[in-house]
């Protein structure tokens, strides 16, 4: 989950759900996908395509007074009020008690001066950590490659989808609709076996499979574009 209100979401949701929280994101995401060739194939039309997704994006930026702030980042900027004022409505929506202590402020203050004396103490870390300490480095830099193999090929196969012989909106809504089982599949494994092997695994899965290409390099590629006549 790539953007600003998917943390979001997963911030403010008990851990036990955050595992169904992101894989719903992500479902809506490919259910976006799949939708997105058949508005392409009944319009036909650039222009109307564009003014759906802008209409999208300006629905979703109207809506953002809707959204509540992160009551994280309130607690680090020192804004308890605003953040107790969330977290009551939360408590209150989800049929809790919080909204009910008279303590939650300063409780929340607690935690913030607290929070406040540990960012003091780590003032002087900066991006240079990523190379002075081996162990940080070594996940860095496997993680950095691990997701560059895997989004790099992703959008690839996204944008040559028009490559392929056949129809391009079916095709492309098939390459769309391959996301769902993984999505569950993805959903199963990491509520029984966790994320960390999980995650592991899978990078390491699509890597080779990207690199296992190689040799048919060439002769699995399809252009689909008229050839020119000597």
């Not at 995401?29 to 508005?39: D, H, K, S």
């Not at 979703?60 to 809707?66: A, E, Q, R, Y």
């Not at 690199?211 to 060439?218: A, E, K, N, S, W």
């Given at each position: 989950?790539?953007?600003?209100?998917?943390?979001?979401?997963?911030?403010?949701?008990?851990?036990?759900?955050?595992?169904?929280?992101?894989?719903?994101?992500?479902?809506?995401?490919?259910?976006?996908?799949?939708?997105?060739?058949?508005?392409?194939?009944?319009?036909?039309?650039?222009?109307?395509?564009?003014?759906?997704?802008?209409?999208?994006?300006?629905?979703?930026?109207?809506?953002?007074?809707?959204?509540?702030?992160?009551?994280?980042?309130?607690?680090?900027?020192?804004?308890?009020?605003?953040?107790?004022?969330?977290?009551?409505?939360?408590?209150?929506?989800?049929?809790?008690?919080?909204?009910?202590?008279?303590?939650?402020?300063?409780?929340?203050?607690?935690?913030?001066?607290?929070?406040?004396?540990?960012?003091?103490?780590?003032?002087?870390?900066?991006?240079?950590?990523?190379?002075?300490?081996?162990?940080?480095?070594?996940?860095?830099?496997?993680?950095?490659?691990?997701?560059?193999?895997?989004?790099?090929?992703?959008?690839?196969l996204q944008m040559n989808t028009r490559f392929v012989?056949?129809?391009?909106?079916?095709?492309?809504?098939?390459?769309?609709?391959?996301?769902?089982?993984?999505?569950?599949?993805?959903?199963?494994?990491?509520?029984?076996?966790?994320?960390?092997?999980?995650?592991?695994?899978?990078?390491?899965?699509?890597?080779?499979?990207?690199?296992?290409?190689?040799?048919?390099?060439?002769?699995?590629?399809?252009?689909?574009?008229?050839?020119?006549?000597?």
């Amino acid at each position: 989950m790539n953007n600003p209100v998917g943390f979001l979401v997963l911030e403010i949701i008990r851990p036990d759900l955050r595992t169904l929280m992101n894989e719903i994101a992500t479902v809506s995401w490919t259910a976006g996908l799949c939708l997105l060739p058949m508005i392409a194939w009944a319009s036909r039309s650039w222009v109307i395509i564009s003014a759906l997704n802008s209409s999208c994006a300006a629905i979703l930026f109207l809506w953002g007074s809707l959204i509540p702030e992160s009551p994280m980042w309130l607690v680090s900027q020192g804004q308890y009020r605003k953040a107790t004022d969330i977290l009551k409505k939360i408590s209150y929506f989800n049929g809790k008690k919080a909204h009910q202590d008279d303590r939650l402020l300063e409780r929340i203050q607690n935690f913030g001066n607290e929070y406040q004396r540990k960012v003091a103490a780590n003032k002087n870390v900066s991006t240079r950590d990523f190379f002075t300490y081996p162990t940080l480095r070594k996940r860095f830099v496997c993680l950095a490659i691990c997701w560059m193999m895997n989004t790099i090929p992703y959008a690839g196969l996204q944008m040559n989808t028009r490559f392929v012989p056949g129809n391009k909106f079916v095709n492309f809504f098939l390459a769309s609709l391959v996301e769902i089982p993984a999505h569950f599949g993805t959903w199963f494994c990491i509520a029984y076996f966790g994320r960390r092997w999980n995650l592991l695994t899978a990078f390491i899965i699509a890597t080779v499979s990207c690199f296992l290409t190689l040799p048919f390099h060439g002769k699995l590629y399809f252009d689909s574009r008229p050839k020119e006549k000597n």
